[in-house]
């Protein structure tokens, strides 16, 4: 079966400190792969998403991610963040093959990350 | 125009009460969901609505009824709630049920039961 694991749960930085949050899945075939991002009191956004191709793909506000394959993982990094990026993180996977549940999002439990002014 | 809308935002009710959840999109989307997340956790798949047809039901109790009256509705039908089904439900949408479209969420209800 998918799993995601995302290893940071709760991340704190000051602002202009660089970001990476870890995302790891275990799934044997071809999958896609999805950033959300959850602002407080605000829906679910998608940050960022991987299919095929290049392997570091760019998002909104400044965001990027790494799919390497052979680590099965997709790192969401960022430079520099602000205190605007304090939110709820989340990585999800999504298989490209087969019918019915396996085309669910299998989600990753979330990372916390606070910025501080 | 990528907005998933819910109503109510907020809902508070009685174990016996029976009510209804609503979301609406209007981006031609034709598979719906519904999701259930408590705080600082990721939401928790419910149901899944492909072209009008319920696709995929996560073995969700039987006093959560959705219902999908045309491709832009969908509704959650709630009756005889308990306290822990206290949430926030996300309603979302894809343009279809493949695993490479990105899925569009509402701003959820908050629901309480009393």
């Known amino acids: 079966a998918q799993s995601v694991s995302q290893h940071n749960h709760h991340v704190i930085l000051s602002e202009a400190a660089s970001l990476e949050l870890g995302c790891n899945y275990s799934?044997?075939?071809?999958?896609?792969l999805f950033w959300y991002v959850q602002y407080p009191g605000q829906h679910l956004q998608l940050l960022l998403k991987y299919f095929s191709g290049d392997p570091l793909v760019k998002g909104i506000k400044g965001f990027e991610a790494e799919f390497i394959k052979s680590k099965f993982s997709f790192n969401l990094r960022k430079p520099s963040v602000q205190w605007s990026d304090t939110a709820e993180y989340f990585c999800?996977?999504?298989?490209?093959?087969?019918?019915?549940?396996?085309?669910?999002?299998?989600w990753g439990l979330g990372t916390s990350l606070a910025v501080n002014p | 125009d990528t907005e998933v809308t819910q109503t109510p935002k907020h809902l508070v009710m009685g174990m016996t009460n029976k009510k209804s959840l609503k979301c609406e999109q209007h981006?031609?989307?034709?598979?719906m969901y519904w999701y259930k997340q408590k705080a600082k956790k990721p939401p928790e798949l419910m149901f899944v609505y492909s072209y009008e047809k319920l696709s995929i039901n996560e073995s969700v109790p039987s006093r959560f009824s959705p219902e999908c009256p045309n491709s832009s509705l969908l509704n959650l039908h709630l009756h005889a709630l308990q306290p822990e089904d206290s949430a926030l439900y996300l309603c979302?949408?894809?343009?279809?049920?493949?695993?490479?479209?990105?899925?569009?969420f509402g701003p959820g209800t908050r629901l309480t039961v009393l």
């Open positions: 979302a949408s894809s343009q279809v049920l493949a695993s490479t479209d990105t899925q569009y």
């Open positions: 999800a996977v999504n298989a490209t093959s087969g019918a019915g549940n396996n085309r669910k999002l299998i």
């Open positions: 799934y044997g075939g071809t999958v896609n």
């Open positions: 981006m031609g989307h034709r598979a």
